[in-house]
């Protein structure tokens, strides 16, 4: 049975890993820089490697981040319907998960984009 508190804590997940998700990215965009200025200034071929598997690792995190955030939404939606079968139709608990679930819908649109 879905609580406010449960609610909370589950759009509180949604919104951290969203925030892990853009992290990710940002540091994707970083790595993939440092390792282009390698290329161009012909760094060791061996520290190349190196940062090539840093940049690897970070993208293979972003897959990882989608899936749980889809599945962290899918909580979400299934303890928001729930709570409002009960009639909590209003609070700042059940707003707050609803803003949540239309931001992370809306990355996932751009994403697919």
Same mark, same amino acid.
């Given at each position: %049975? #879905? ?13 951290? /890993?969203?925030?892990? @998700? !853009?992290?990710?990215? =940002? ?6 820089? =440092?390792?282009?200025? %390698?290329?161009?200034?012909? #760094?060791?071929?061996?520290? @190349? +490697? ?9 993208? %293979? %995190?972003?897959?990882?981040?989608h899936k749980r955030l889809e599945s962290s939404l899918a909580d979400l939606k299934g303890a928001? #319907? ?5 009639? !909590? +139709? ?6 707050? #998960?609803?803003?949540? /679930?239309?931001?992370?819908?809306? @990355?996932? $649109?751009?994403? $697919?984009?």
């Amino acid at each position: %049975m #879905a609580t406010l508190r449960s609610l909370k804590i589950k759009t509180s997940t949604c919104k951290r /890993i969203v925030k892990e @998700l !853009h992290s990710y990215e =940002k540091e994707v965009e970083r790595e993939a820089v =440092k390792t282009s200025e %390698m290329k161009e200034k012909g #760094a060791d071929p061996y520290d @190349l +490697k190196q940062q090539e598997n840093v940049l690897a690792e970070s993208r %293979m %995190m972003i897959p990882d981040c989608h899936k749980r955030l889809e599945s962290s939404l899918a909580d979400l939606k299934g303890a928001l #319907a729930e709570l409002e079968e009960l009639d !909590h +139709k209003e609070g700042i608990e059940i707003e707050d #998960a609803r803003s949540t /679930i239309m931001e992370v819908e809306k @990355l996932f $649109e751009t994403t $697919e984009d």
